[in-house]
């Protein structure tokens, strides 16, 4: 007697990932919606997300907790909050890698960005996603910051003084759940020919997403521990060069 074919559900059929696999289908994934964008938006966001290592790094090592609050400061034109839906899809259908860690599904994500530019990319490209992105074109200095689980600060504190860093990450703070996590790239000031090389490099995608150049305030990394310590945040490095000329580290601050 033969034996009856199995019928086999979605997510059955859908095989596991590997890493790899899985961090080219989210790449593919978060970048199509900025096609309708704009030429510039879509290959921007196929250029940062696919070679900045930061955006895999913090699915790699479960730096967003699930159905986070997230304040992106320095949002540009959204590609966290892109993401962020690619892996609600990816999640859905079965398809998270067993290598990674647990996924950041169902976040509710703020970006807060200067530029109105960037802001009006990152609204013609994600803002109708079904993790409803909200976007807030402001100063970061000035601008409210809601309650939330993680802020994620990627290359923009350098460009104000540093008593204004030091405000900012003094609002961050207060406006952390407990137990919340910053998540903040800098440039190693003490590793001076690297940090010359990312000041440069920051420089010229500055004026190629069509914004003015202006001063920057590094710090050593000592110093920008040093702050985050006072701050109440326990605090672990994670470098963020290998393999390139730069001297980026991205800091993970956790509240008690």
């Not at 859908?14 to 096609?35: F, G, K, N, Q």
């Not at 290592?53 to 540009?76: H, Y």
């Not at 530019?117 to 100063?139: I, T």
Request: hydrophobic share 45%; charged share 20%; with cysteine.
């Amino acid at each position: 007697m033969s034996t009856p074919p199995v019928v086999l559900g979605t997510a059955d059929r859908l095989s596991t990932p590997s890493a790899d696999e899985a961090w080219r289908e989210l790449h593919r994934t978060a970048c199509a919606p900025y096609r309708s964008a704009g030429r510039f938006a879509w290959h921007f966001a196929r250029g940062k997300l696919g070679r900045d290592p930061v955006f895999r790094g913090l699915l790699e090592r479960g730096d967003l907790p699930v159905r986070a609050r997230v304040v992106d400061i320095g949002c540009g034109q959204g590609l966290l909050a892109s993401l962020l839906a690619a892996i609600d899809g990816m999640q859905a259908r079965g398809r998270w890698p067993a290598a990674w860690p647990a996924a950041p599904a169902g976040a509710h994500y703020t970006g807060i960005e200067l530029m109105p530019r960037d802001v009006a990319r990152a609204e013609a490209a994600v803002g109708g996603l079904p993790n409803a992105p909200r976007f807030v074109c402001g100063d970061m200095c000035k601008v409210d910051l809601p309650a939330c689980d993680v802020v994620v600060i990627l290359d923009v504190l350098h460009y104000v003084d540093h008593p204004a860093q030091e405000g900012v990450l003094t609002r961050v703070r207060d406006a952390l759940a407990p137990h919340g996590r910053l998540l903040l790239r800098v440039g190693d000031a003490a590793s001076k020919r690297g940090f010359a090389v990312s000041q440069w490099v920051d420089r010229v995608v500055t004026l190629v997403r069509g914004h003015r150049v202006p001063p920057t305030f590094g710090r050593p990394l000592a110093d920008w521990v040093g702050l985050l310590e006072r701050l109440g945040f326990k605090v672990r490095s994670v470098p963020m060069s290998q393999g390139t000329p730069f001297a980026n580290v991205l800091l993970v601050g956790d509240l008690s």
